[in-house]
């Protein structure tokens, strides 16, 4: 079974560019996360998907982040404009159903804002 | 408002010799706990999970213990192997909110002296 995807692994942008990343989650995994880890921290949600329905982005800072996942399949995450306290590994997870207690991780993008 | 704290940052064990790794957590919402490992450059990988109407749990070299009444869970490896060491995450949720928004500590770094 193949395991979630993410690309890219590393992204090195300026301030106020902007960036995107690509999650495809486990084959038949309903549920897509998306969460932003800073160095020296635990993974934070940023959005939790449902098929392509929205469950949960009370985290998610809407003024900059988007994210989608028009056929309830892959997703997108993106930055625009990016700061400089965006570095982080940006990590999609995706779980069977939403009753699924146990995600699965992607390898994680490491973003880079210089 | 970190509602899942892991005090230790880092924990050094010799082979062969039992790892404990604690957590403690605010939240009395809380009702599901996970452990996640993660080696470096990959995204965290599910260890073992313990409902709140057990106390413990064993999964081979693996044993998650909760002690409800002091927001306290440990999870004990024994015997440490050095393919054990990494980053050690606990994570939280709270199974009938609608969604499955795991909250996590901000980790343990074990390393396995051989």
């Known amino acids: 079974e193949a395991g979630v995807a993410q690309s890219p692994r590393y992204k090195i942008i300026e301030k106020r560019q902007s960036v995107a990343f690509w999650c495809n989650p486990i084959?038949?995994?309903?549920?897509l996360y998306w969460y932003q880890q800073i160095l020296g921290q635990g993974p934070k949600l940023l959005i939790q998907?449902?098929?392509?329905?929205?469950?949960?982005d009370s985290q998610l800072p809407k003024d900059r982040f988007s994210a989608e996942r028009l056929k309830g399949v892959d997703s997108t995450l993106k930055i625009q404009p990016a700061k400089l306290e965006d570095s982080a590994v940006y990590l999609c997870a995706s779980s069977f159903t939403s009753g699924d207690n146990e995600q699965f991780f992607g390898p994680g993008t490491r973003l880079t804002v210089l | 408002d970190q509602q899942v704290k892991q005090n230790s940052p880092s924990l050094s064990v010799q082979e062969g010799r039992i790892s404990i790794l604690n957590c403690d957590y605010t939240n009395s919402m809380f009702d599901y706990f996970l452990w996640y490992k993660k080696y470096p450059a990959e995204g965290p990988t599910f260890l073992i999970s313990i409902s709140s109407i057990k106390d413990k749990n064993e999964d081979g070299r693996f044993t998650v213990f909760l002690n409800k009444s002091a927001k306290h869970l440990s999870l004990h490896i024994v015997p440490s192997q050095p393919g054990d060491s990494a980053v050690y995450f606990c994570a939280a949720l709270t199974t009938n909110l609608g969604n499955e928004k795991l909250t996590f500590g901000t980790g343990t770094r074990l390393t396995i002296i051989p």
């Open positions: 998907f449902q098929n392509n329905g929205v469950v949960d």
């Open positions: 084959s038949g995994h309903a549920t």
